[in-house]
Each structure stands twice: as structure tokens, then as C-alpha cells.
């Protein structure tokens, strides 16, 4: 990826313009962690990128940046700006161009995210990034009570990298934390969810849920529960355990999911009709929250003797031609005690039993 970036670099230059790799990708390069997006800083405004790379772009005009897919790789390419004006504590609703590298690196948010690299691969490193790198330690670029005053995001970001990169937070972003965090009820929930699903993902989550605990961001982030919290499972499995906002953006199928995950929590996650009436996934993360091995639950969940209805060897034809009726509600009633009785081991799932009881019973 780095040399389809230096290339990317090249070709920008080729023009005229000044350009560089900026931000995550440099201070991952640096940690010898994997990134995947690559941001570009450059003096070449949307129009001149429109002009290089014509044919493989989305704009993005509006923000200063646009989106180019080089060589199937993804690059946000954004022109030097200097940011006016912020609403809402969120987004920066007036900014100008400018021409110069160091101005618009300290319009950005932490110092860490501040290093960049050139088209040689050379680290350009103008507010000592890699110092904070080798402290492991979170620092704002200028007054981190004006960024988090600026942006509210920055201040879940900020837990985030610490809890992605087992950073420190630095003093002064903790004490402006605290003077800030109301903000964060005008941030969006969908952003909010964002970067927790981050925090909570994380092979570090249980520093990021103490530093949340610590700076009092549970109560800001409508999470009535904190200290009940399930790490080390499915994320969904995560946000089952927690009293939230029902502001909190879920799918259809997600909010299916967590009131499954939570009804069957309470019960036996190795009984045979649970598995069945609830499946392998719900019970698996149920079960994990309780500390039940995942390879027991599905050792007993791949002995079902049958995991739908349809598995049940007999039709509703069959049934209606047994008992001479046309179709209605009793086939329900029939399926239930049939599925019952097999799941118990009290009935063989084979047509010709499955056809003597009904017979005998119905």
C-alpha cells in the first residue's frame, strides 16, 4: 500500500503541487500496526485533483476534499485549509485554502495524527508527533479545551486512541474532558455508537470503559450501567448488556438480536428447545456473557435432532390428508407438540412414527 501512496504522491508533484501522506496512516506505519485509509494533505484544491485524477474520484467539494480510488486503493485527498468557524460543536462551516503545511497541521486534533510522509518515504514530523508516539501519549495540537469546544467527537475520539493504541490520555485533555463533555449531547448518536463500537471492540476495551468511568462520560453518553458491562463478546453481545438511549441507532434485525440476547440470558443455553427456539448465535453470545464455553453450546446445538421446522418429517399435507381437514390454525398447535417431543427425545423424527402419533392423538 505505502508505494501505491508514494506514487499517488508522485503524481500529485508532477503537477506542481505539494502533497503528503498525513495523519493515521503515518502513525500506524510508524507503530508497525495495519491502516487501511489513506489521507493526503495537499496544496492542490478539488479542482486541481478533479484535473489529475478525472476519471477515478467522488467528490467531496463542499468539505475541501475529494475521494480517489488509485490502483483499487482508497485516498481522501483534502487541501490545506484553515478552519473559521464550527456549529454545533461538531462540524466547521467556514474554512479558506491556504499554502502552508504547518497551519493546517494544527488545525487537526491530536499530535499524533499530525505526522506525515513525503513522496521519498521521508518523515516529516514539524509538532514532534513521534515523541508522544515513544510516551505512548494522547496530546491535543494547542488547547485541548478549544478542540473539544470546536468538535465534540474529539472527545470520544480521544478515548478511542488511547484504547486502540493502550496510550495514556495527557492531563490537560482529562481536565478539558470534564469542562467539555455536555457537548457531547448535540453529537449525533449514529457517532456516538461509532466510536464505541470501536472502544468496546477493542483487544483493550476495559481500559477504554475505565477511562470512559473516569472522566464521567457514561452519564453524557446515556449508558445507565457501565459497570455491568460484557466485554470480550460479539459487539452486539456488548450492547445487550448495557441500560441505553433508545436513541441509540440499531437495525431492525439488531434490535431483534439484543431483545433475543437478553430474554434468553436468563435461561438454560444448553437445553435442547432454547437452542432451538433461539438458535447458535443468540445462545452463543448469551452464553458467553455467562462465561459457557461457545464449543459446548454448539457441540449441543449440532446434536439437535432438528434446528427449524422444516426438518420435521412430516407435511401439512400430510397432517390435513391424516385427519381429513383443510388448513388452519390446529397445524400449529400440532407442529408445536411434535417439535416439543423430538427436541426432548420423546418422539423419533420419522414419518412413519410421525404419522402413527398424529393419527393416535389427533
Known sequence: MIETSLKLLKKIEAQGFKAYIVGGFVRDYLLKRPSLDVDIAT???????????????????EYGSVTVFYHNIRFEITTFRRELSYINNRKPVEFEYINDLLEDLSRR??????????SDGKIIDLLNGQKD??????????SSYDKFEEDSLRILRAIRFATILNF???????????????????????????????I???????????LLKELGLDKELEIYNLDDIKLGVDIIGVWSSLDISDNYPFSKNEKELIKKIRDVIKLDNLNNEVL???GLYVNSVAGAIKGIDKKK??????????TNKSDINITSKEIMDILHK??????????????????????DNDNEILKKYVVNNY
Open 133 to 142: 508516539l515513544d510516551n505512548k501519549i494522547i496530546n491535543t495540537v494547542g
Open 326 to 347: 383443510n388448513g388452519g390454525a390446529y397445524l400449529k398447535d400440532i407442529y408445536n407438540n411434535l417439535t416439543t417431543l423430538i427436541l426432548n427425545g420423546k418422539l
Open 200 to 210: 468496546f471492540s477493542s483487544k483493550n476495551a476495559t481500559y477504554g470503559v475505565s
Open 109 to 118: 486534533d491530536f499530535i499524533i495524527n499530525t505526522i506525515c510522509m513525503d
Open 43 to 61: 496544496n492542490a484544491t478539488p479542482m486541481d485533483i478533479k484535473q489529475i485524477f478525472k476519471d477515478i474520484f467522488i467528490p467531496k467539494v
Open 297 to 306: 453450546i454448539t457441540e449441543k446445538f449440532d446434536k439437535l435432532p432438528i
Open 168 to 198: 495514556s490520555l495527557s492531563d490537560e485533555i482529562k481536565e478539558a474532558v470534564k469542562k467539555t463533555k455536555h457537548h457531547l449531547s448535540t453529537l449525533s448518536y449514529q457517532r456516538k455508537k461509532e466510536e464505541l463500537d470501536k
Open 276 to 278: 432451538y427456539h433461539y
